[in-house]
């Protein structure tokens, strides 16, 4: 069984500051991670995914996350955030190879100018 | 990378009809897709795993009658609310997992809003 807790329900910055979105998981099996942002009425758009390898790892719109096994974690960052990273963040974990993930309870994210 | 595309958007219904709700996938097969339903200022929740030529799995809690799945082909996946009422209103997303399955990852459609009136 898997599971994902997300700490913190809101994030607020502002523009050019650090973003850290904190996800702590819990899985049976090495798992499968994954940071998944959505906009507002939307689908879900994947920022970047953690499988095998590398521990550290680069997505999209300069996001990162860093995969740590010993804290259960797997926060995602930026160095500095911009209006449109404004948006719903979620974290995810698979414990197989199906595709079938389970959803932390998300993260707003909001940006000051 | 793979496109799932989901139908309608957005949709409004009266209380007491069915709705359905199509996920296709658009450049690959999918033998298994994936439905969430995800509630206001909620994450989402996994209502039902399709798989293609035989019943869909549904997760506890989730009524099979009420959310009628059809998997009737490589490339699409149906979900039927039947009988919808208010309390049914929500933003339904359906997702199709990477081609072999290796990397866990899935293509999510772009939702559908339901409203029920």
């Known amino acids: 069984a898997q599971s994902v807790t997300q700490l913190g329900s809101h994030v607020s910055v502002s523009e050019g500051a650090l973003v850290l979105l904190r996800c702590n998981y819990s899985s049976s099996v090495p798992p499968y991670l994954f940071w998944y942002v959505q906009y507002p009425n939307q689908g879900l758009q994947l920022l970047l995914k953690y499988t095998t390898g590398a521990t550290l790892v680069k997505g999209i719109n300069g996001f990162e996350a860093e995969f740590k096994k010993s804290e259960t974690s797997f926060h995602l960052t930026k160095p500095s955030a911009h209006m449109s990273d404004a948006a719903e963040y979620f974290c995810?974990?698979?414990?197989?190879?199906?595709?079938?993930?389970?959803f932390g309870q998300g993260t707003i994210l909001t940006v000051h100018p | 990378g793979a496109v799932v595309s989901q139908h309608p958007s957005r949709v409004i219904c009266k209380s007491g009809t069915s709705v359905k709700i199509e996920c296709r996938s658009l450049?690959?097969?999918?033998?298994?897709m994936f439905w969430y339903r995800q509630f206001p200022k909620k994450s989402l929740m996994l209502m039902a795993t399709?798989?293609?030529?035989?019943?869909?799995?549904?997760e506890q809690g989730v009524e099979k009658d009420k959310f009628l799945i059809n998997h009737a082909s490589l490339t699409l996946s149906t979900l039927t609310v039947t009988s919808a009422h208010p309390e049914d209103s929500s933003f339904y997303i359906c997702s199709a997992p990477e081609g072999r399955g290796r990397s866990g990852e899935a293509f999510f459609g772009q939702g559908t809003r339901l409203t029920v009136v």
């Open positions: 399709s798989n293609e030529g035989s019943k869909a799995t549904y």
């Open positions: 995810a974990v698979s414990g197989g190879r199906y595709g079938k993930l389970t």
């Open positions: 450049d690959f097969q999918a033998t298994t």
